[in-house]
């Protein structure tokens, strides 16, 4: 699965043993990175093994208001409609689709496992998960990967989401005509954006950030290997929304306002106080649980906080988290050591290059991959 860090490892949800080498495109067919949020689908295809992606195509469409709610796709139809008319409108001809489920959908648990000699790990594992995971077992689907392995003992992350978020996302790929190959977690995608892209210190401690539209994903990774992960219920969106309820604009004006643009002098001045009330807030948030995250991981401090998102575009967040944590806040570029094709409107995608960063870490995964 995607927290494999350096190796991009294999794996995704489909059950304890499931095994995707029945799925092919082994390294060098093109494949579908899918991106799936409230706000927006963020869609890009790539080629070439997923250690060094070659982007072929890239595009972002938005998705209805409540097609996607609490992490769960609300409207099957509505979310496979939006993926249709992006692949087609962008002639993409790859199938296989490498997705993600929202980072606060899944249970992830550290769990350390007493082995007899001779005996299988992924059979105790199917044994022992139900210890572990505080759901009913058979409502979940579950993903581990193995942290280390001795004779006598194993220590392995497991990772369960319920059939039923899964299915969400799945069946509305599937609607599209298009085959889910994997999925993965958002936190694990920007993980492996992030060992794509940068090089990281033995001892670096590195907060990676996505705000997205309705809840941010924070992983802490020290060394290239993520310790911690967690979230945060807010992103952009709310934002957006405080905009409409407080100055009754229409949400299209909201989201306009939200990115910059001018909606007249007596208004701006409106628009700029509910934006700098709204930032702070989101900062405040997003310090609060990035600080007891990074406090569990590491004594060390932050060597650099890289941010994606589109939420990471409100102006003056970068700024203000900054200002809290006391670090330097960037945002994180998702294509500096990736291929872009030369068909591709550079400006087009260097504009929509801070909500691709989960994309991109989608996009180094492979069907099969080891
Ligand atoms: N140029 C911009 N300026 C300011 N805010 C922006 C800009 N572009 C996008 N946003 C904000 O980013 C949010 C969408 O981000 P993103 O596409 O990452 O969310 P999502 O993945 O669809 O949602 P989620 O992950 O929460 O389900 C929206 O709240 C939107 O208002
Ligand atoms: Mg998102």
Request: proline share 4%; with cysteine; charged share 20%.
């Amino acid at each position: 699965m995607g927290r494999s860090g350096r190796s991009r490892k294999a794996g995704g949800f489909g059950g304890l043993g499931a095994t995707w080498s029945k799925l092919t495109g082994r390294g060098t067919g093109s494949y579908i990175a899918l991106d799936v949020g409230s706000s927006s689908v963020k869609l890009l295809e790539v080629r070439g093994p997923g250690g060094s992606p070659e982007i072929v195509r890239a595009g972002m469409a938005p998705v209805p208001e409540g097609a996607l709610q609490n992490n769960t796709v609300q409207d099957v139809v509505a979310v496979s409609e939006v993926i249709r008319r992006l692949v087609d409108g962008l002639g993409v001809t790859a199938r296989q689709v490498v997705t993600a489920v929202p980072g606060p959908s899944v249970i992830i648990k550290k769990a350390r496992l007493a082995l007899r000699p001779d005996e299988d790990l992924e059979t105790l594992l199917m044994i022992e998960a139900a210890n572990f995971i505080p759901e009913n077992i058979e409502n979940v689907s579950l993903d581990y990967q193995v942290l280390s392995h001795e004779e006598t003992e194993a220590e392995v992350l497991l990772v369960a989401v319920r059939k039923d978020i899964l299915s969400g996302f799945t069946m509305a790929i599937a609607d599209a005509g298009l085959e889910p190959a994997i999925v993965d977690v958002d936190y694990f995608a920007l993980e492996n954006m992030y060992e794509l892209n940068y090089d990281c210190g033995a001892d670096d401690v590195v907060a990676l950030i996505n705000v997205g539209s309705r809840y941010s994903s924070i992983n802490i990774v020290k060394g290239g290997v993520s310790t911690t992960t967690g979230d945060v219920q807010a992103g952009g969106g709310e934002i957006t929304d405080t905009l409409v309820s407080s100055l009754g604009l229409s949400y299209d004006d909201a989201e306009q306002a939200q990115s910059g643009a001018s909606l007249g002098t007596e208004m701006d001045a409106k628009v700029r106080l509910v934006l700098e009330r709204g930032v702070a807030e989101l900062a405040d948030a997003i310090n609060q649980s990035l600080r007891f995250l990074w406090r569990t991981a590491s004594d060390e401090p932050l060597h650099a906080v890289l941010v994606t998102g589109g939420g990471a575009r409100v102006p003056g967040l970068l700024e203000s988290l900054s200002t809290r944590l006391e670090a330097p806040v960037e945002m994180a570029n998702p294509f500096g050591r990736v291929q872009i094709s030369r068909s591709l409107d550079a400006v087009a995608l260097e504009e929509m290059a801070p909500s691709l960063g989960v994309a991109v870490g989608l996009g180094t995964r492979r069907p099969g991959d080891a």
